[in-house]
């Protein structure tokens, strides 16, 4: 088969493509023929030689596919009856980018009717990522006012942030987000967002204009780094603060007491290395809650650009620009 490896840690142009043996599925595990493969985040720092795989996985990027469940187990635990021959998008550990991948059968999910594979591959990493984080550690709910919470999206206009942004508008709840140009900040009013251009405008003192200075609910934070003595202050009473990434740095100044008064949370995760029973439950809940806004159309992936499989080194240099709006996919 076909498949794009990581010849050395570097730029986007150790991309290569090559050839590989199509991999054999394990117990439990289902063989894919790609359609299509998601390009995100993790894929670059993996590719930089920051990311390694978890042990036991394909050394290959890419962390989710859709295309057909040709081989494998379908005997064992299979909640969404998937047969050999059914259209699936499914979340990996690694070996997305290639013409056939191995993926556990618990996280195949079918695709959403009237999807393309080209839709269907942008939504296992963001959708996984999304709800486990923002709905579920998270807790984004109802107030004890009885209203929808709040959500600040930082970084809206990534993959991860036009879902984000969607699926809590979408469930009734009033969201901000953070993007860094008028094209970018457009694309998430779009989608339902009240939008702040973190470059022109402080985006505490814009959300406290607009919130009569109570602050938000849920903060998703992709930044970290300085942004988070900010996010502290713009935090309502009983507030949660969820990281999920740190590209503006690890660290930061933290008041403590701050935290103590208003009864802050402070929380974050990273999925690729979670077991497969942790990503199962999520599936599931994706399924029940989150598939019928799919195929309702009131929710939809935003893909911004579709490169062919073997122009995957433009794909990551597109990635790490930050001028895409939504999805970067490869087609096979």
Known sequence: MRAIEITRPGPAEV???TERPIPRPGPGEVLIKVA???VNRPDVFQRQGNYAPPPGASELPGLEVAGALVEGDVDGENPFSLGHGAMVC???TGGGYAEYAVAPLQQCLPVPSGFTPLEAVALP???F???SNVFDRGRLGTGADGKPESLLVQGGSSGIGVTAIQLAHALGHPVFATAGNAEKCAACEKLGAHAINYREQDFVEEIHRHTNGRGVDVILDMVAGDYVPGELELLAEDGRLVFIATLG???????ASLIMRRRLNLTGSTLRARPIA???AVARQLHQHVWPLLESGKVRPVIHQVFPAHEAAKAH???????HIGKIVLEW
């Open 15 to 17: 991309l290569q493509l």
């Open 36 to 38: 299509a493969s998601g």
């Open 90 to 92: 499914a979340l990996l």
């Open 125 to 127: 990493e963001n959708y």
């Open 129 to 131: 990522t999304v709800w």
């Open 249 to 255: 740095g690890k660290r930061a100044d933290i008041d």
């Open 278 to 280: 942790f990503k199962a």
């Open 317 to 323: 240099a597109l990635m790490e620009s930050s001028g």
